[in-house]
């Protein structure tokens, strides 16, 4: 959380206390709650296999802000494929697991606050120390989340984007 003393959200009028600097997805955009129990299916706090045919890990596209000393971040879930989610996984629990190169991936979470969609966006997934979660770095394209992610946000933007996913639809669980 921010040093800021809340927002009024823009939606419902409420005065929230504190500004969110995080959201996060619970799962994949693919993820249905009909995979657990299956024998080929995993959804862990990290990690997610889904029909033993598609991987995936969880990261943080990082965001600065820039009239504050803040980072806001999206929690999101990258594809990657079989080979390197194995090796990602081999390495999760090494101590220089960090040296590791970037893996590519897709990202395969549908944040509520772009347009077009952030699905299938182009990633790099940069393995930090462990107890960290990986750096999202999202290729450098016109996409307003990827322009976002190297120019940096106001906090006003951080108020926008909290009113929005506080208000979210049915779709991506948050």
């Not at 959201?23 to 993820?31: D, L």
């Not at 504050?68 to 929690?75: A, H, K, R």
Request: charged share 20%; net charge negative; with cysteine.
């Amino acid at each position: 959380m921010t040093s800021d003393p809340g927002f009024t959200c823009t939606c419902c009028g409420a005065q929230h206390l504190e500004l969110p600097m995080n959201h996060t997805a619970e799962a994949p955009a693919v993820w249905d709650p009909a995979f657990v129990g299956a024998d080929d299916c995993l959804l862990s706090s990290d990690q997610c296999v889904v029909c033993g045919q598609h991987y995936f890990v969880k990261g943080l596209i990082e965001i600065p802000v820039v009239d504050s000393d803040e980072v806001f971040s999206w929690g999101v879930w990258v594809s990657l494929s079989r080979e390197n989610f194995a090796r990602a996984a081999d390495l999760w629990d090494s101590p220089d697991r960090e040296a590791e190169q970037p893996y590519f991936g897709w990202l395969t979470t549908d944040l509520p606050v772009y347009s077009p969609t952030t699905l299938d966006l182009k990633t790099h997934v940069h393995t930090r120390p462990v107890g960290e979660r990986p750096y999202v770095e999202l290729e450098p394209t016109d996409h307003p989340l990827a322009v976002e992610q190297r120019t940096g946000i106001t906090l006003d933007r951080v108020r926008e984007i909290a009113a929005a996913v506080l208000h979210a639809g049915s779709g991506q669980r948050w």
